[in-house]
């Protein structure tokens, strides 16, 4: 990244202690002072504090760096700040500064959450706002943050990530603000001292997946003794093993099987709203006469009940979930 004049002066005040870039930095108008906060903390969030670059300027800075005490970058902000302006103005303009830098880039702060707290968030959300975020992490946090995910949620978001082009800035904005409020929620837990918690039906959901690609007959030993064990938890990874979020993965033989019996209207209703990706695996999976018949019957729906939807798509999955019990079912990602 090529560094701006402004950038370089704003690296060059990070190789001072506190007093002197202070010293430096009286009688400079506050919106001088604020401009190199917030190229500060941009250049610090974002990544882009390369030594390379800015070697020939600040050499005391890189030296810093590579002190075992390490720099401590936001109260070297902080208190150069509150030593120009004083502390509450240092304040409003920290609190200034956050606000441009979320405006310049919503994901700054997501970036810099720790893996286990961002995927415990990405958990719980829609495989669309996973992929967003993902596809705005480096390459390497968003491979730890995918080994971190549920398998049915993994391979939705990554599928999805193929056409995250197609998302408006607004709305990546807006997945941006939701994932830092939940980050900040967590955050906020931690110091009040109340434990994060992992909804059981997560936990269960991830033995599930595991359980589903055993061979059959270690499989239904595992089920048997989970059973035997505690038979409501049984149930429900039996249950879970199969979801309306799978359809995508199921092989396409296994999946052709279960729609059989299944009509036209039935499918439509199933399909209402539903991702693009189950959309496409049912409709390249039934004949084209099936396909159109399906698009006539949405064509003819206003606005379905939430309830038949339901069980619309619980026809389907009941169907795979019998296939999966006697050993029929079979998975792409296998």
């Not at 504090?49 to 800075?61: G, L, M």
């Not at 059959?216 to 048997?224: I, S």
């Amino acid at each position: 990244m090529a560094l701006t004049g402004k950038q370089k002066a704003a690296l060059l005040l990070t190789t001072l202690d506190v007093a002197t870039a202070a010293e430096l930095l009286k009688g400079v108008d506050t919106r001088t002072v604020q401009e190199l906060a917030v190229e500060l903390s941009y250049l610090d969030a974002a990544g882009y504090r390369s030594t390379k670059q800015t070697a020939e300027i600040a050499q005391q800075f890189c030296k810093s760096l590579q002190n075992e005490s390490g720099f401590h970058f936001k109260n070297f902000v902080r208190e150069m700040l509150k030593n120009t302006v004083g502390e509450e103005k240092a304040k409003q303009i920290q609190r200034d500064v956050q606000d441009l830098l979320q405006k310049r880039d919503p994901f700054i702060t997501i970036r810099s959450a720790d893996l286990e707290t961002l995927a415990a968030v990405l958990e719980t959300e829609h495989p669309q706002a996973v992929a967003v975020v993902l596809s705005e992490l480096p390459p390497k946090k968003s491979s730890e943050i995918l080994g971190l995910l549920a398998e049915g949620l993994r391979v939705s978001a990554i599928s999805r990530m193929t056409s995250i082009g197609g998302i408006t800035p607004e709305a990546k904005t807006r997945i941006a603000q939701m994932i830092r409020k939940r980050i900040e929620a967590m955050g906020a837990a931690r110091q009040s001292g109340t434990a994060l918690q992992v909804r059981p039906e997560q936990s269960l959901r991830k033995v599930a997946v595991i359980v589903r690609n055993l061979d059959k007959d270690v499989r239904d030993g595992v089920l048997e003794a989970i059973q035997q064990k505690d038979k409501e938890a049984g149930e429900k990874v039996t249950n879970l093993m199969i979801l309306w979020d799978d359809v995508p993965l199921v092989a396409d033989r296994s999946l052709q099987q279960a729609l059989r019996g299944i009509d036209e209207r039935q499918l439509a209703l199933a399909l209402h709203e539903t991702s693009k990706d189950i959309t496409d695996k049912v409709k390249s999976n039934i004949s084209e006469r099936a396909a159109a018949r399906i698009e006539e019957e949405t064509s003819l729906m206003s606005s379905p009940k939430k309830e038949d939807i339901r069980q619309a798509r619980e026809k389907i999955i009941n169907v795979l979930r019998e296939l999966n019990k006697t050993g029929e079912l079979t998975f792409q990602e296998e």
